[in-house]
């Protein structure tokens, strides 16, 4: 089995910044693309930021700017750099990461527990 533990969260106020952090362990192989997700009361769960193995990013429009992803291969921890904080951000916060075990030649998509993230004054 593989585990995602996200740290990180908090309350921050308005133009402050954050930096979340997501570990992986078990039985991993390879990890391929990593991703954070995030779910604001009363929305979907939303796409923020990916990045693969060989470090390319995607980001939704609404942090371009602002966020950064980034990861550690070596450490098997994926990071979000959350930088001018706006209270449209709270939400929890879902770490993704897509997963080859030892052993196997499956690759499974894990999700962590989620982290709350909430910005106000």
């Known amino acids: 089995q593989v585990q995602l533990v996200e740290s990180g969260g908090g309350l921050v106020q308005p133009g402050g910044s954050l930096r979340l952090s997501c570990a992986a362990s078990?039985?991993?192989?390879?990890?391929?693309?990593m991703g954070w997700y995030r779910q604001a009361p009363g929305k979907q769960r939303e796409l923020v930021a990916t990045?693969?193995?060989?470090?390319?990013?995607n980001y939704a429009d609404s942090v371009k700017g602002r966020f950064t992803i980034s990861r550690d291969n070596a450490k098997n921890t994926v990071y979000l750099q959350m930088n001018t904080l706006k209270p449209e951000d709270t939400a929890v916060y879902y770490c993704?990461?897509?997963?080859?075990?030892?052993?196997?030649?499956?690759?499974?998509?894990?999700w962590g527990q989620g982290t709350q993230v909430t910005v106000s004054s």
């Open positions: 993704n990461a897509a997963v080859r075990s030892r052993f196997t030649d499956s690759i499974n998509r894990y």
């Open positions: 990045i693969t193995s060989g470090g390319t990013t």
């Open positions: 078990g039985n991993i192989f390879s990890i391929y693309t």
